[in-house]
């Protein structure tokens, strides 16, 4: 398994191994042993799947403050997927990476607690697929505006298809920091 580090510490892409043969392939989404060898804890509370048609946005989504890392894969098509620092004090903060993930690649994103998630869809149709450190605690949801011109997320479509939710988050800069220092570490 190949782990790179993105351009902002911390966010890392995982290349695990796949075996093929006659029948298909093999691979392992998750190794407790092996992951947290690159920083990853060892437990996961929750495992999430969601499904969306191509031109969906969901994102970009925190947890405060009872943050989640994430481990996020795809099962089938492919997603823009993006990790925003919103980590009050970090030298990357309002800084984002993006990676394509597809079932093709196989690739496997972790995105600390610290950071803002979310995802378009390329493909007809997407199977998305996590593992989250803590689990889903609904008074602690929050959200950073996708298209926040301060982060200048270079999102590869364009007028999405959003959740009223998703319509509405504010822009980092209109989070209040005090919010956001909840994280712990
Ligand atoms: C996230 C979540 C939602 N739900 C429920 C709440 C709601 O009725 C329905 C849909 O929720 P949402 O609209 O928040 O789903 P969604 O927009 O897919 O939310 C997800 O987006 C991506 C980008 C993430 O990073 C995830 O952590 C999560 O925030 O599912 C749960 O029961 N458990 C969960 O863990």
Redesign the pocket.
């Known amino acids: 398994m190949q782990c790179c580090e993105t351009s902002l510490p911390g966010v890392r892409l995982f290349k695990p191994e796949a075996f093929a043969d006659k029948r298909g392939f093999f691979m392992e989404t998750w190794n407790a042993s092996r992951y947290s060898e690159h920083g990853l804890p060892t437990l996961f509370a929750?495992d999430?799947l969601?499904f969306s048609y191509r031109g969906v946005l969901?994102?970009l989504?925190y947890q405060l403050p009872n943050p989640?890392a994430?481990l996020v894969y795809v099962l089938q098509g492919s997603v823009f997927d993006v990790a925003v620092d919103i980590r009050p004090g970090s030298p990357t903060f309002g800084r984002w990476v993006g990676i394509t993930l597809s079932a093709e690649n196989r690739w496997q994103l972790y995105i600390p607690e610290g950071f803002a998630?979310?995802?378009c869809v390329l493909s007809d149709t997407a199977l998305f697929a996590y593992k989250?450190s803590s689990l889903?605690s609904p008074h602690d949801e929050g959200g950073v505006a996708w298209n926040d011109e301060d982060l200048g997320i270079a999102w590869p479509i364009a007028e999405p298809t959003l959740?009223p939710?998703?319509e509405k988050y504010p822009r980092l800069k209109d989070i209040p920091l005090d919010r956001l220092r909840k994280y712990k570490g």
């Open positions: 929750q999430n969601s969901r994102g989504h989640q994430k998630h979310g995802f989250c889903y959740s939710k998703d």
